[in-house]
């Protein structure tokens, strides 16, 4: 009996750090938070690009070409009105 009532003891906890585990959270996932600070901002006369953006209350890290842009025509936010964008080369060309 000691046995069984420890087996369920310790089933029980392994069963809520995986839970835990497998439900991880993020911080900012729809990208609508602002930022304090950024590396560049561009432009395609349609949308403002904020790349490598940065702040408390971000959630992520942007390098290189990486950054948050607005929705417009063909181009739409799943979520709210910003994007994550990943870019290849410099956004500075």
């Given at each position: 009996?000691?046995?069984?009532?420890?087996?369920?003891?310790?089933?029980?906890?392994?069963?809520?750090?995986?839970?835990?585990?497998?439900?991880?959270?993020?911080?900012?996932d729809g990208f609508e938070a602002g930022w304090t600070?950024?590396?560049?901002?561009?432009?395609?006369?349609?949308?403002?690009?904020?790349?490598?953006?940065?702040?408390?209350?971000?959630?992520?890290?942007?390098?290189?070409?990486?950054?948050?842009?607005?929705?417009?025509?063909?181009?739409?936010?799943?979520?709210?009105?910003?994007?994550?964008?990943?870019?290849?080369?410099?956004?500075?060309?």
């Amino acid at each position: 009996m000691k046995s069984l009532m420890l087996s369920l003891v310790l089933a029980a906890a392994l069963h809520a750090v995986g839970a835990r585990a497998a439900s991880p959270s993020l911080i900012n996932d729809g990208f609508e938070a602002g930022w304090t600070s950024y590396g560049l901002v561009g432009s395609d006369g349609h949308v403002t690009f904020v790349y490598r953006p940065a702040g408390p209350n971000i959630g992520w890290t942007f390098q290189g070409g990486g950054g948050v842009a607005g929705s417009y025509d063909a181009l739409t936010a799943y979520e709210g009105q910003r994007f994550g964008l990943l870019q290849l080369g410099n956004p500075a060309d």
